[in-house]
């Protein structure tokens, strides 16, 4: 078969929709991006391309091969119903053969109507996979998306509509002091745009080492933290829940001032902050609860002073998970969960106990009603004082009565890492904190892995391409096209602190 020749200067692609009506129902138009602002274009050496269609309803795949000039008839029909994604795979060579995908894309949700179609093109952004790939500004073809102020130390919540907050966080002024930032962003991978929101109000969001949660209306509660002034840190006492709409900022008081904490929200949408440090350098004694829709806290009475724990919602929701961290003198071995009882939020034992005790680690769901725990430190004092940067992960199993506490797989040694869950039960681990070989002195990572699974308990790690710099206090979020967005940090690699302005997506290689 002859190759059509691929029209290099070609932005995107408009397919207009098929005229003819199908048993299957009608192609929607499809805008396909493959422009690139920086790397390997998502095109380059692609000489097939499969049209994938999932969604709800749809027993199996609908898929369609095509040559890289893609043609409407190419586009397979789809059948009417919500929920609907448009998944496009780059090939070298033809699919199913000696092709090998090197670029994918995938649609936001869309509902395919009974009769016609979409009414705006359903857009697909084609990206290089198992590299890092900038965000191409819409605005400015070419250039590369950058945060408008370096930060670490911030939050990024996905929203309901699969943009991205960026929540403060802190920079380095001139004099190696850190400097809390009060600004917001957002970004949006899919528009490829960026909108810097300086200030919600009063320097509602003046904070750093905070949490950020999402509620079940789609508002952003943002809870304690840290403000750094003229070489001066102070805890906030301070919440309050950003709403994407309106763009506004609810303020409330909390009980306890804490930062460095942990959070996570239940089935309800009450978010258990747990952990911390308080007023002088103490550690909060207790958790606390809060409502965030009713814009309060309400008391937790378990004294649970600790500091670099994990806190994640399990068994769908019904409890959350307090995993590791330290009273500055021991470790915490026990699995604690809390449920609520209708006034607050009572502990439970689960009987489970980390083979590994730890702190500063990692969570992310993993294969199930599995989570993975990575990473950390395995000494109680601060990481600076000895670092002990754990190699070894563990997976919890939530799916019996009692949790099941088992052996993970090995990775390299690092503390402060992150970890999102991918598709397929698979988990992405980026950055975090190193041992130097000689001194053993903590410095910021680049390294990359991911985590999958296999039939053995232990599972599989393989080593992905590093970021082009080191960084921790740097976020990860998994996105609704398969990919991870990591964005700021601080690098420490090369001696003096530098905040990164980096946002950055992976790929990765679809497994199935």
Request: charged share 20%; net charge negative; proline share 9%.
């Amino acid at each position: 078969m002859r190759l059509r020749p691929f029209r290099q200067a070609l932005a995107w692609v408009l397919l207009a929709l098929t005229p003819a009506c199908q048993e299957e129902g009608q192609a929607p138009r499809v805008q396909l991006v493959t422009t690139a602002c920086a790397g390997v274009p998502p095109l380059e050496n692609v000489t097939w391309l499969l049209l994938r269609v999932t969604g709800e309803g749809l027993r199996e795949p609908i898929e369609r091969v095509t040559l890289v000039d893609v043609r409407p008839e190419d586009v397979p029909p789809v059948p009417p119903g919500p929920g609907r994604v448009l998944e496009v795979r780059g090939y070298t060579g033809e699919p199913f053969f000696s092709g090998q995908v090197v670029s994918v894309g995938r649609s936001a949700l869309f509902e395919m109507p009974a009769e016609g179609g979409p009414a705006e093109p359903v857009r697909v952004i084609l990206r290089r996979v198992e590299t890092w790939v900038p965000v191409e500004d819409a605005q400015r073809p070419g250039e590369c998306l950058r945060l408008t102020e370096p930060r670490a130390g911030h939050t990024a919540t996905l929203l309901k509509d699969g943009r991205v907050l960026l929540a403060g966080g802190f920079r380095v002024d001139g004099s190696g002091n850190t400097e809390t930032l009060a600004s917001l962003e957002v970004l949006d991978p899919g528009a490829r745009t960026l909108s810097f929101l300086p200030d919600t109000g009063g320097g509602a969001a003046r904070r750093a080492f905070h949490t950020a949660t999402l509620m079940p209306g789609g508002g952003v509660l943002l809870a304690g933290g840290e403000v750094s002034s003229a070489g001066v840190t102070a805890p906030l006492r301070t919440a309050g829940v950003w709403e994407p709409s309106t763009q506004g900022f609810q303020g409330f008081e909390l009980a306890w001032a804490r930062s460095r904490h942990g959070a996570a929200s239940d089935s309800g949408g009450r978010v258990l902050l747990a952990g911390g440090v308080g007023e002088a350098g103490a550690l909060v004694p207790e958790p606390e609860g809060v409502e965030p829709q009713a814009l309060r806290g309400f008391p937790v009475p378990q004294p649970l002073p600790r500091l670099g724990a994990s806190v994640s919602a399990v068994q769908e929701g019904q409890r959350v998970a307090v995993i590791g961290g330290s009273d500055g003198n021991a470790l915490a071995a026990e699995v604690l969960t809390f449920a609520f009882d209708g006034a607050t939020f009572v502990p439970a034992s689960t009987g489970a106990r980390l083979r590994q005790p730890r702190r500063n680690a990692a969570v992310a769901s993993f294969a199930g009603q599995r989570l993975l725990v990575v990473g950390g430190y395995g000494l109680a004092e601060a990481p600076e004082i000895n670092g002990d940067a754990l190699p070894a992960s563990e997976v919890i199993d939530w799916s019996t009565p009692v949790p099941r506490v088992s052996e993970g797989p090995s990775l390299v040694a690092r503390g402060d890492v992150c970890a999102e869950a991918l598709s397929g039960g698979r988990v992405f681990v980026a950055g975090g904190r190193r041992q130097e070989p000689v001194g053993f002195k903590l410095v910021s990572s680049g390294l990359v892995e991911q985590v999958v699974p296999t039939v053995s308990e232990t599972s599989a790690v393989l080593g992905q391409t590093p970021l082009a710099s080191a960084r921790y206090l740097h976020t990860c979020t998994a996105l609704p096209d398969g990919s991870v967005l990591v964005t700021g940090g601080l690098d420490d690699s090369q001696g003096s602190p530098v905040i990164n302005e980096s946002a950055l997506l992976f790929v990765p290689v679809p497994r199935d």
